[in-house]
């Protein structure tokens, strides 16, 4: 008598297990090899890359415990370069590159390797690796431009191209990326680490399938369809109903009206709808999310149903995911993208809102729903120039079982802290200050996690700030009655003794003397405090 469909022969069963922490750790390791080896800072200290590992049809096989902003991206990415280069026009050592919105990447600065992986003369996977690189021009140095009002001003944008051949890399291709670079060096550096990890992934992968010989593609199968059966499952038992949540941008970058994103969580039985359908149009400035960008936040949430599911695409297959054509989270060209950080973390945020509300008991707060990120650059006084990008942690939200971390990135940011040391070593800057901000977590039964304090002094010359955060408006509401976290600010000091506060999306000047000072925004508090009855004693 055969097996019921969703029951895994016992032969492939038994080879479940050792494949899912084989792939994990190969994706891991690619991770770490690709950090190790990269020049940028952001990369290098922050961890702002990725890696995971994909079935020939562009499902998701593993992915790297890692920065779930980017992981979630490199499906669409995949799905891009397959949609330009079938599998039967692809040769061993050929390498592919995108960093195109519209082709399945984010925004410019995060460009994909994608590299085919052979075994006995047949592609059996596909190998990925994203990386936020330093610089890909555009109209401010960093590429991240928060006075951005289309595409063309934020960089050279890609689709998919063949970036390298078994022969090496195609100078044409190399050519086109180091003209449009003010940091040629340090990108070609950085896709040479990517190409690094795509290679240690590419042997790793042959040789778990020669272990696992012809049985390989079945039990890949096996473990996309236990997650699956493992994400129904967590959804089957919580309760069914419908919730909504909307958040509010602090303005495009242009303009200063607020910016909604509005979501609504239908789960009947095993299945999910999560659609944006009354978010804002799409706008003028910088903060429009691809949706390869948005899938990053779906997928997060997915994974958190049944975290202890093997790490691929079984647990997209219960979701359906709605992004209206046009709007913030789903433009058409030329939007301006490079902020998408802030949408796609808020649109996170309203997921986590919305589920909070959910009987599950699973629900956190929202976090603060900020990754600030700063692109500093000017020139010393002997000339020489500089340049670095950094991402600055906020607040965690409380649950009803423990309160929100301090100073950590979180839900789909997942980056690292840079040290003290290696900003000081790279530029002409003093840290004069990284501190948890205290009491700025939203108050409750469980408060919110605090943000964080970071002050910087330019010690010579001229330079750039490109600052670009979020919640100097709104802030992280609580949930269950608990308290908002408190606002974001940002504001230069100047030598002489004036004062610029910084909006959410800023470009600014500053001179040598003149100090930054950023304080991120606290997570949301969870639960009402008790009110404090007075007894009067006779």
């Known amino acids: 008598m055969p097996l019921p469909r969703d029951v895994p022969d016992p032969a492939i069963a038994m080879r479940m297990e050792p494949l899912r922490l ?39 096989l593993a992915q790297a415990r890692s920065l779930p902003l980017l ?6 990415a995949v799905a891009g370069v397959l949609a330009r280069f079938p599998l039967a026009d692809m040769s061993e050592g050929d390498a592919y590159l995108l960093n195109d919105p519209w082709s399945g990447g984010t925004h410019l600065p995060d460009l994909v390797l ?6 006995d003369g047949e592609v059996i996977a596909l190998v990925a690796a994203n990386l936020h690189h330093q610089d890909v021009g ?7 431009p928060p006075d951005a009002h289309e595409v063309y001003q934020e960089g050279l944008r890609l689709p998919p191209v063949r970036w390298r051949s078994a022969e090496g890399v195609r100078p044409d291709i190399d050519a086109i990326l180091a003209a449009n670079s003010r940091t040629p060096d340090n990108l070609r550096g950085d896709l040479e680490a990517q190409w690094t990890a795509l290679t240690q992934g590419a042997r790793e992968l042959k040789q778990i ?71 804002a149009p799409q706008v003028r400035g910088p903060l429009n999310a691809s949706p390869a960008a948005m899938l990053s936040a779906a997928l997060f949430f997915m994974r958190t149903l ?15 995911l709605k992004l209206p054509p046009g709007s913030l989270v789903n433009p058409t060209l030329p939007a301006a993208v490079n902020a998408r950080t802030a949408t796609v973390k808020l649109a996170c945020n309203a997921i986590l809102g919305a589920w909070s509300q959910s009987a599950s008991g699973t629900g956190v707060a929202p976090h603060a729903g900020v990754a600030t990120v700063i692109a500093l650059s000017g020139t ?26 301090a100073g950590v990135s979180t839900d789909v940011g997942n980056a690292r802290n840079t040290p003290v040391e290696v900003i000081e070593a790279e530029a002409p800057l003093r840290v004069e200050c990284y501190e948890i901000r205290r009491g700025s977590g939203g108050v409750g039964m469980q408060c919110g996690g605090d943000g964080v304090r970071r002050i910087y002094r330019l010690l010579e010359g001229q330079g750039w700030i490109a600052y670009r955060g979020e919640r100097h408006v709104g802030r992280a509401r ?24 910084l909006p959410a999306r800023a470009r600014i000047a500053w001179s040598a003397g003149d100090t930054l000072i950023i304080e991120t925004a606290g997570g949301g508090g969870w639960g009402c405090l008790a009110p404090i009855v007075s007894v009067t004693h006779p």
Do not use: Y
């Open 306 to 320: 049944a975290p202890d599911a093997p790490n691929n695409a079984g647990c997209l297959v219960p979701l359906t």
């Open 138 to 144: 555009g109209m401010a140095p960093g590429s991240i």
């Open 209 to 279: 399938a020669r272990r696992n010989g012809a049985r390989f593609a079945a039990v890949c199968d096996a473990l996309i369809a236990q997650t699956e059966r493992m994400t129904r499952a967590a959804l089957a038992a919580a309760p069914d109903g419908e919730w909504t949540w909307h958040d509010q941008l602090d303005g495009d970058g242009i303009d200063t009206a607020p910016v909604t994103i509005a979501v609504r969580l239908s789960k009947q039985g095993d299945a999910l709808v999560i659609d944006f359908e009354g978010s």
């Open 71 to 76: 992981l979630g991206s490199l499906i669409p």
């Open 22 to 60: 084989a792939l994990q750790g190969t994706a891991d390791r690619m991770q770490d090899g690709m950090m190790r080896a990269a020049v940028s800072s952001i990369a290098r200290e922050g961890g702002d890359c990725a890696a995971a590992l994909f079935l020939p049809d562009g499902r998701l």
């Open 380 to 405: 010393r006084t002997d000339g020489r120039n500089w340049m670095f990008t950094e991402i600055i942690a906020s607040g965690a939200g409380a649950s009803a079982h423990a309160p929100g971390r």
């Open 114 to 119: 994608v590299h085919p992986v052979f075994h």
């Open 478 to 501: 609580g949930a269950q009655g608990g308290g908002a976290g408190a606002n974001s600010v940002a504001r230069i000091l100047h030598a002489d003794g004036g004062v610029d506060f």
